[in-house]
């Protein structure tokens, strides 16, 4: 299997090489290009189709949430992992519906990077801790409830996509084959409204009971 290509995106040149430093020092993981800009990202992801595009949220260019969409049309199977310090509800809300897979904060360790790339690459997300308790918090005295009529085997597979399971584990928990999974999973986005895995697992936390 080829190694995970991997985009940096990021205008701090300090923060930019240490995460370049951090993945190419992985047997598994590849950088293919560094930017310090927005346009310069979606450049870079048409020309060079990386698995993964880390990106920061401040950079010079078009909004973070512009780029992901424009990433998602020129390199529609590049996965977008957000590495940035800012958690600010709003940047948040915005870049899970662009359909980010991922959104790490940059005081976790460094080998948070390189799980968040593998399990991400994987078909799975990966969230902060903090960034998943604002999930909570956003629906915070609201009664949960599940308003998509959904049968027992696809309730199975999206309670197993929250818990950040990709489609092979998946398969392998429930017995299923894994495009039988793909399958639960594209019928289970249809019901539920949405078009992303991060998305389905937000609307999981928000409306399955625990």
Not at 92 to 117: H, M, T
Request: one cysteine or more; proline letters at 3%; hydrophobic letters at 40%.
């Amino acid at each position: 299997m080829g190694k995970i290509r991997v985009l940096v995106a990021d205008d701090h040149p300090l923060i930019r090489q240490g995460i370049v430093s951090t993945v190419s020092s992985e047997s598994d993981l590849e950088v293919v290009d560094q930017v310090a800009d927005g346009h310069k990202a979606i450049e870079s992801c048409e020309k060079n189709q990386p698995h993964v595009l880390i990106l920061d949220v401040g950079m010079p260019g078009p909004g973070p949430a512009t780029v992901v969409r424009s990433v998602k049309q020129v390199a529609p199977d590049t996965k977008v992992l957000v590495l940035t310090a800012y958690d600010d509800d709003t940047y948040i809300r915005q870049l899970l519906k662009a359909g980010v897979s991922g959104y790490l904060l940059k005081d976790e360790g460094v080998g948070n990077v390189v799980r968040a790339l593998r399990s991400i690459h994987e078909g799975a997300t990966w969230f902060s801790q903090s960034i998943t308790e604002k999930f909570v918090r956003w629906q915070y005295g609201q009664e949960a409830e599940i308003t998509a009529d959904l049968t027992g085997r696809e309730q199975q597979v999206l309670e197993r996509i929250a818990e950040g399971f990709d489609n092979s584990e998946i398969a392998d928990q429930l017995n299923l084959a894994e495009q039988t999974v793909r399958n639960y999973a594209s019928s289970v986005y249809e019901k539920i409204g949405v078009n992303s895995r991060a998305q389905a697992v937000i609307w999981a936390r928000e409306n399955l009971t625990p």
